[in-house]
């Protein structure tokens, strides 16, 4: 059966999260999740998104949401605010397979050059786990907090769509780990319309794309 995970997108409508130097948390949390899914669609894993466009996501959805979902694994996809420098990923208190994951997407984020703060883990006054994504969702779970927003030098890893796109994909790829998936690098393919014909063009397409090949035309 085909893996599950659950991607939370932090944030969303009148929420935007952190803001800061121009941009807004939750349109990067969208942009790196939206990365994130597909490729671990490539890979056939079954994704639910909270969200997949600007709207409102109240964190009990999110929960209510991934528990009916029933996946291997859920990531909750933020960015931080408040002055540091660096990624940070909660886990349960308890670590356990959570950590395990959260350990395989930092190892990731760090290849990709962003700074560590390490994983982290709080309670509340109970002893439980202080974030609900985490106390209340049923399977393993990691918040990903991608970068410090409110710090220039920080901002500077994820400040455009190429870059968040990659953000996305090592989060993929640290899930991927932790499912057992081999990380499959993307086959490109360009095709060449010059003497071909419109149908022949369009078979040639049709089988790189079968073959996994991410095609452009030209
Ligand atoms: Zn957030």
Redesign the pocket.
């Known amino acids: 059966m085909a893996k599950k995970i659950f991607i939370g997108v932090?944030?969303g409508g009148i929420d935007s999260?952190?803001v800061a130097n121009g941009f807004k948390?939750k349109d990067l949390n969208l942009a790196v999740a939206l990365s994130c899914r597909d490729e671990l669609l490539r890979h056939g894993v079954s994704v639910l998104l909270s969200r997949s466009k600007d709207e409102a996501d109240p964190l009990t959805e999110e929960i209510k949401e991934c528990n009916a979902f029933g996946p291997d694994y859920a990531v909750d996809i933020?960015?931080n605010a408040g002055g540091g420098d660096g990624v940070e990923i909660y886990h349960h208190f308890g670590g356990g397979k959570g950590k395990t994951l959260s350990q395989n997407i930092i190892n990731e984020i760090v290849a990709i050059g962003q700074n560590s703060r390490g994983l982290k883990t709080k309670k509340n006054s109970l002893g439980r786990d202080y974030f609900g994504f985490i106390r209340s969702t049923v399977c393993p779970a990691a918040i990903i907090e991608c970068a410090f927003i409110d710090n220039k030098k920080d901002l500077t890893i994820i400040d455009t769509l190429k870059e968040q796109q990659k953000m996305g994909i090592a989060i993929a790829k640290g899930i991927l780990k932790t499912l057992g998936i081999a990380y499959k690098a993307e086959k490109t393919y360009t095709l060449s319309l010059t003497g071909l014909t419109k149908s022949a063009a369009d078979n040639l397409k049709t089988d790189f794309t079968k073959k996994g090949y991410a095609v452009t035309v030209k």
């Open positions: 932090g944030h999260g952190a948390e933020h960015n």
